[in-house]
């Protein structure tokens, strides 16, 4: 499994001077433009959503996942490996987020109370990052990484049309109830909604498992 | 173990294709040459060995191993398709690296010596992308190799190589032979290849064997009569296994020469594995 993570980060290794241009770009426009440090977190998450797919289409394009069947691994074990990454690159990327952005909070002064904001956003990143991959991990490894893109696609816009299609209904007054709860209330939200995406990350290797045993290539 | 890899009533449907029950074996420290036209079923039969697709019936051992031991069996067990497998954004040093991790039984020093001998370049600016087609496939056999397998299983290797980079690697398949332990099963419409390092042939045509034996019996029996079509009538039927009628006359394949005499009017020629695919395939029966 192992060798199997280390093609993935060579992979993905091919393509660090794009990340790192990303990367500079990302910490440049928060850094010297009026923009909120969290920014950092949210644009990276985009980066973890694009390194799976991207890792997924590589294998297709290069007809890799016919050959890796061929190794003395199971099917089981080459699906591991991809949940694996997938939850080292979300993880990584909020460990980055942290870094990043705190340096700039400390540097650009500003106003307290913006680590509190900053991990928040880190963990509502991380939730996200788990969930589209959850979503699109069981696709790609039943239909290929084209249909997971759609499925990303799906799931990353999905839940911010509904709220804004149901803005007046659902979105503001289920803020105004958070909000009314007090603080503690919204940590517990957060806690309960990271356990429960860890959950169904777990669910969904399985279900990924259980369709990449059928699959032919 | 007597057989490397043994097949039995193998069966694959698809919609538009089916491989019949197909039954053959791959004795050990022997090379067995997997012939037959596109879409025969080659690569379905390798396929469905190797657990990329699912059988529907039958079963397959690969090195005593059966179908429900696969990861087990895949340790002793070399793969090149036709087509390099590895991304073509990494270096021949980072393709062992990946596999140093994948098999317990990677032998470094041998796969830098595969490497040098096949002329591949370890440095951080070759990239796969830069090789030829020949030198895509030599690095898919060296890592192949260098985990020292008991069996190489071939899908059209050499498939689009030039005459000298087939003969070395076909070179190396006899190499790898010397040790009577070692098999080979060696998929290919390239039958000059098949009839240069093959110890038996194994001949597949719509999804069914229609030929399975050692290759020097095969070559030592099969002729290729050329003679008048009033001439070809005289033969003994049963021993006709395809003609063609041309503008001089008839040549048909005969799966046993040394029962027929040749004279002036009947000229009896050694057949090619080519000839005996291209009769049975596609010569009409008298």
């Known amino acids: ?217 | 173990m007597e057989n490397a890899i043994e097949v039995k009533n193998l069966r694959k449907e698809y919609n538009n294709f089916c491989l019949k029950d197909i039954s053959f074996a791959v004795p050990t420290g022997s090379i067995v040459g997997f012939v037959g036209e596109n879409g025969a079923g080659k690569t379905t039969t390798i396929k469905s060995m190797l657990d990329i697709v699912h059988k529907d019936a039958g079963s397959i051992t690969l090195l005593g191993h059966d179908s429900t031991d696969v990861a087990a069996a895949h340790a002793d067990v070399g793969v090149v398709f036709d087509e390099s497998s590895f991304n073509f954004l990494i270096t021949a040093t980072q393709v062992g690296n990946i596999f140093k991790n994948v098999y317990k039984t990677w032998d470094a020093a041998y796969y830098q010596e595969l490497l040098h001998r096949f002329g591949l370049g370890t440095g951080k600016k070759d990239i796969i992308k830069n090789y030829s087609r020949g030198m895509k496939m030599k690095l898919s056999l060296a890592v192949a190799l260098a985990h020292r397998p008991k069996l190489l299983i071939l899908d059209e290797a050499t498939s689009g190589l030039d005459p000298v980079v087939r003969d070395e690697i076909l070179d190396l398949f006899l190499e790898f032979i010397q040790d009577e332990q070692h098999s080979i099963l060696f998929s290919s419409h390239i039958t000059s290849d098949i009839e240069k390092a093959a110890d038996y042939i194994v001949f597949i045509h719509q999804g069914e064997i229609i030929l399975n034996a050692p290759k020097d019996e095969l070559l030592s029996m099969y002729g290729v009569v050329h003679c008048s079509k009033q001439m070809l009538q005289q033969i003994n039927p049963a021993l006709v296994v395809g003609m063609r009628e041309g503008q001089f006359g008839v040549e048909a394949l005969v799966n046993n020469r040394t029962a027929l005499t040749a004279t002036d009017e009947m000229l009896v020629e050694k057949a090619s594995i080519d000839d005996i695919m291209l009769y049975t395939i596609r010569g009409n029966r008298p």
């Open chain 1, 1 to 217: 499994m192992k060798g199997l993570l280390i093609k993935d980060l060579y992979s993905l290794n091919a393509l660090k001077k794009t990340y790192l241009l990303f990367l500079v770009l990302i910490v440049g426009f928060v850094a010297f433009l009026d923009f909120d440090s969290s920014y950092v977190a949210s644009t990276l998450s985009m980066f973890v959503l694009m390194t799976s797919t991207t890792c997924f289409n590589y294998d297709e394009a290069y007809k890799w996942d016919a050959y890796g069947i061929t190794l003395p691994l199971s099917r089981k074990q080459i699906v591991a490996a991809r949940y694996l990454l997938g939850l080292g690159f979300t993880f990584s990327a909020g460990v980055i987020s942290l870094v990043l952005s705190s340096l700039i909070s400390v540097i650009k002064q500003e106003p307290a109370g913006w680590l509190i904001n900053l991990l928040t956003t880190i963990v509502v990143v991380f939730i996200i990052g788990l969930l589209v991959n959850a979503v699109s991990f069981p696709v790609a490894f039943r239909y290929g990484a084209e249909k997971a893109r759609y499925a990303m696609m799906f799931i990353t816009l999905g839940p911010f049309l509904f709220f804004i299609i149901f803005r007046d209904s659902v979105t503001t007054p289920l803020l105004n109830f958070i909000a009314s709860t007090g603080e503690n209330f919204g940590i517990y939200l957060l806690v309960g909604f990271l356990l429960a995406t860890l959950l169904f990350y777990v669910l969904s290797f399985f279900i990924s498992n259980k369709v990449y045993q059928k699959r032919e290539f």
